[in-house]
């Protein structure tokens, strides 16, 4: 009954900036870390970034200085902040989290719908 639900995906020019949500709905106690990953055509889904629930984060090294991870505990809610977008950011974004839920009490990861994110060259 866990859901993550993305949102703000789009079409925008190298050096616009975009900002992709991810809310989680349904019967949580917890929510441990969120994320957020990227595939881009023909290529594997790697991590663009992660945040703890006490707010530590982790980026892939092509996003430093750009994107930033944020959440919001009482929205259940992750933000992903892209500045100065670039042709290679063109990928399906995914929103990951790791929940802890009712009725099992067991925490395990979801996983978000995909929303696509285009920087045209």
């Known amino acids: 009954q866990v859901q993550l639900v993305e949102s703000g995906g789009g079409l925008v020019q190298a050096g616009g900036s975009l ?8 019967s949580i106690v917890s929510i441990n870390t969120m994320g957020w990953y990227r595939q881009a055509p023909g290529k594997q889904r790697d991590l663009v970034a992660t945040i703890t629930s006490g707010g ?3 980026y892939a090294d092509s996003v430093k200085g750009r994107f930033t991870i944020s959440r919001d505990n ?16 063109t990928a399906v974004f995914y929103c ?5 839920s009712i009725p099992t009490l067991l925490a395990r990861d979801y996983w978000g ?8 060259s």
């Open 56 to 58: 530590s984060t982790i």
């Open 19 to 26: 900002r992709l949500s991810c809310a989680a709905s349904g």
């Open 113 to 120: 719908q995909g929303t696509q994110v285009t920087v045209p």
């Open 96 to 100: 990951n989290a790791n929940i802890q």
């Open 74 to 89: 009482a929205k259940r809610t992750v933000y992903l902040q892209m500045n100065s977008l670039k042709p290679e950011d």
